[in-house]
């Protein structure tokens, strides 16, 4: 019987097929098309099918299991129209059951879990809550794609039997959000850490402020939303997100194991906060709100006390609103900055983040200062400044501008984004390997991987997912998944059978001649 199975295994994975048309059934989803690719997966052969008399037990003390027992159940919901109950069991002897287990197996780290599926049970443990969140992402990837609609399919929900063990390459696995070319309502946001954390990504990290525009509100200095959040590239209305909407966002997140890493950069970048305050300008004249994207003219007045006062009364109002270890300082081409003001400038604002007990990110340009211990920067153009970093023993982020700067253009005809890194056709986008891009910069110096999203050219959600998908999966399978036993020539033709599954989560993405989509 087993033979059997796994003839027809790789015969339906040599043709390409996930799924059956005029089949009532559909196909068994192959564990081996998942992205990212787990670390060990192993077929058995069996099939579990969750059925309206079905139920999430976890076992043992909750440790917070409970929570993310609710999340599938709800996840689940639409689709099949089951209303599974959540709740406590001594052992999972009861069969047709889904069973979550926080255990005491450290080997598997904050982040990984291991996934049993059977005829008579699914069990999904981990030694840690955030483990068990992502191992619902890859049982929601088994599941037919249907499992994506917002409304009861009929069809048999059942999952192949599987035996996977995971956990992360790498410890930081990010996206970042430019809301100030651009403002993105807290819903849009929403969708986006929902889409992070369908891939475990653990990360997001938003661009809140810059020359068209400030997006959080700061109480001590009402007028960097009121005014400098006013407007946006182009001229639109712009906008902010208010302290509770903020927080609700960051509470949101949490709850999906996503950490929401907040930028204020400066000292360039900083026209929205120099337009909204005269006192911040050398000459304490106010600049006019800027619509346009060419970047480097503003600097905030690095010699005056003020800039202090002002930069520690918003880190200070940030740091309230921020559970999360990391805030972002910006420090990226700072053109109308002297290099003699930038460096004490950039020391000045790690003191600042240091004394509100908060670790540091800056863009590479921040390693022309002294870092201070535990300061990330973040690669994105320059290689001489990561090194400059690593030889000042901090880590890096990995954001190669050419390579995961999702706002690049795929090619020349691409309705959004830029090309003045590269243009980033989807093998491109998978096709590198942090630890080896940059000569002198290996695993053990790399924080993470973060794909950016700058938002000059885009302004709806849909747009967002023009440019992120099909790239991003890509990302986070990079940041994820060992290099070992995969590559582009295989990882095409998973991403190809993914094609449905982005559509039935209602993505909007590029449908890339490189790859070999799968209706
Ligand atoms: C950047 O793209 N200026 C970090």
């Known amino acids: 019987m087993r033979l059997q199975y796994l ?11 996930t799924s059956c048309k005029n089949n009532s059934e559909t196909a068994l989803i192959d564990a081996a098309n998942l992205i990212p690719k787990p670390v ?10 969750i059925t309206d008399a079905t139920s999430i037990y976890i076992l043992g003390e909750p440790q917070g299991a409970t929570e993310i027992g609710q999340y599938l159940a709800e996840k689940l919901r639409p689709a099949t129209g089951f209303k599974l109950a959540v709740s406590n069991a001594a052992d999972n002897a009861k069969p047709g059951n889904i069973y979550l287990e926080i255990k005491a197996d450290s080997t598997l780290g904050n982040e990984g879990y291991e996934l049993h599926v059977s005829k008579d049970k699914i069990t999904l443990s981990a030694y840690k809550p955030a ?10 990837q088994l599941l037919p794609v249907a499992i994506e609609s917002p409304s009861v399919q009929q069809t048999s929900w059942k999952i192949a039997g599987t035996d996977i063990r995971d956990y992360p390459l790498y410890h930081l696995r990010g ?12 819903n849009d946001v929403k969708r986006y850490i929902d889409l992070l954390a369908y891939y475990k990504i653990n990360l997001l990290h938003l661009h809140l402020s810059d020359d068209q525009g400030w997006r959080i509100e700061i109480k001590s200095w009402p007028n960097l939303t009121t005014h400098g959040g006013s407007t946006q590239v182009g001229g639109g209305k712009g906008g902010f997100y208010t302290q509770e909407e903020y927080k609700d966002l960051v509470k949101y997140a949490a709850d999906r194991f996503i950490t929401i890493v907040p930028e204020i950069d400066m000292p360039g970048h900083t026209n929205a906060a120099l337009a909204s305050y005269p006192e911040l300008n050398c000459n304490d004249t106010a600049t006019q709100l800027y619509i346009g994207i060419e970047v480097g003219f503003s600097s905030f007045c690095t010699k005056k006390d003020i800039t202090y006062k002002f930069i520690d009364d918003v880190l200070r109002e940030l740091t309230a609103l921020t559970p999360g270890p990391y805030l972002h300082i910006g420090g990226d081409e700072s053109h109308a900055t002297k290099k003699e003001d930038y460096i004490p400038f950039m020391s000045k604002v790690q003191e600042i983040v240091k004394k509100y007990g908060k670790t540091a990110i800056g863009w590479d340009e921040i390693a022309l200062t002294t870092l201070q211990p535990g300061t990330i920067a973040q690669f994105w153009a320059d290689s001489a400044n990561s090194k400059e970093a690593v030889r000042q023993g901090a880590k890096i982020m990995m954001s190669p501008a050419n390579k995961a700067y999702m706002d690049m253009q795929y090619d020349s005809t691409s309705k959004f984004g830029l090309h003045w890194a590269a243009y980033i056709e989807v093998d491109s986008a998978y096709s590198w390997n942090p630890a080896t891009l940059v000569n002198g910069i290996g695993f053990e110096n790399i924080a993470g991987v973060e794909a950016p999203l700058w938002s000059e050219t885009i302004s709806k959600m849909d747009d967002i997912e023009y440019l992120m998908f099909p790239r991003f999966p890509g990302y986070a399978e990079i940041a994820w998944s ?3 036993g995969r590559g582009w020539d295989e990882y095409k033709v998973r991403l190809g059978k993914h094609g449905s599954r982005m559509k039935a989560m209602g993505i909007d993405f590029y449908k890339s001649a490189k790859v070999p989509w799968v209706e």
């Open 7 to 17: 003839l027809l295994f790789i015969f339906v994975s040599s043709i390409g097929i």
């Open 175 to 186: 996206s970042m959000l430019d809301v100030a070319r651009h403002f993105f309502g807290p």
């Open 40 to 49: 060990s997966v192993t077929s058995n052969g069996e099939a579990f099918e």
């Open 482 to 484: 060992p290099e070992k």
């Open 131 to 140: 483990g068990l969140f992502h191992g619902v992402q890859t049982i929601r």
